[in-house]
């Protein structure tokens, strides 16, 4: 069965850091594009991130550019997000998602992970 | 590239036709693709490439459009339907539209 599994989520303090991680399983993950993708309370879906399937391209969102990293370890068949800098708007549910790179769409996605950034 | 979806929310029945519309604010050709998402779910593909039918979504999901409109059809709403939907553009740095909730009349 191909799945996404999102885990790393948390409260932390404004200005506070956090590593999320994703765990591929049921496909050839160093096959495949992967993304970030964030929900806040109450908002729509906001991409954040994506990376190459062999790490040597990364795209970023703007407000996240500078603070977060996406990385991933093909090996390991994961996937991750460092998030440094946080700030309240970051609260959210984080996603990861498969990108299947024709037309750049989102195929399969993990069911999330929560950060919440209070002090 | 900015994604506007209309409307923002809609209330409708079982068995009614439902037409959200997405026009980007410039032309993306045909990098288009709907998402439907349920609270504490995870979103799922409907659509990609602006009419292409995701594996295992059922026929009554049907995209439209090229160039800056584009056309989500439910041809007969089902009891499932009843989500959030989103549009996403991947022809340059991705964006989703704001949503549109479909609620029960």
């Known amino acids: 069965e191909v799945q996404l599994v999102e885990s790393g989520g948390g409260l932390v303090q404004p200005g506070g850091s956090l590593r999320l991680s994703c765990a591929a399983s049921?496909?050839?993950?160093?096959?495949?594009?992967m993304s970030w993708v964030r929900q806040a309370p109450g908002k729509g879906l906001e991409w954040v991130a994506n990376?190459?399937?062999?790490?040597?391209?990364?795209i970023y969102v703007d407000s996240v550019m500078g603070r977060f990293t996406i990385s991933r370890d093909n090996a390991k068949n994961s996937l991750f997000l460092q998030v440094n800098s946080l700030r309240a708007e970051d609260t959210a549910v984080y996603y990861c998602?498969?990108?299947?790179?024709?037309?750049?769409?989102?195929?399969?996605w993990g069911k999330g992970t929560t950060v919440t950034v209070s002090s | 590239i900015q994604l506007t979806q209309s409307p923002s929310s809609l209330s409708t029945s079982v068995g009614d036709r439902v037409t959200i519309t997405c026009r980007a604010s410039?032309?993306?050709?045909?990098?288009l693709n709907w998402y439907q998402h349920k609270p504490g779910k995870a979103p799922k593909l409907l659509i990609y490439?602006?009419?292409s039918l995701h594996f295992g979504v059922p026929s009554r999901f049907s995209g439209s459009g090229s160039g800056t409109d584009f056309t989500l059809t439910i041809s007969s709403l089902q009891p499932e339907d009843f989500a959030t939907y989103y549009c996403?553009?991947?022809?340059?740095?991705?964006?989703f539209g704001q949503g549109t909730k479909v609620e029960v009349k």
């Open positions: 998602a498969r990108v299947y790179s024709t037309y750049y769409y989102m195929d399969v």
């Open positions: 049921g496909f050839s993950f160093s096959s495949y594009w």
């Open positions: 990376i190459k399937h062999d790490g040597s391209d990364k």
């Open positions: 410039q032309r993306i050709s045909n990098y």
């Open positions: 490439g602006a009419s």
């Open positions: 996403q553009q991947s022809y340059s740095t991705w964006t």
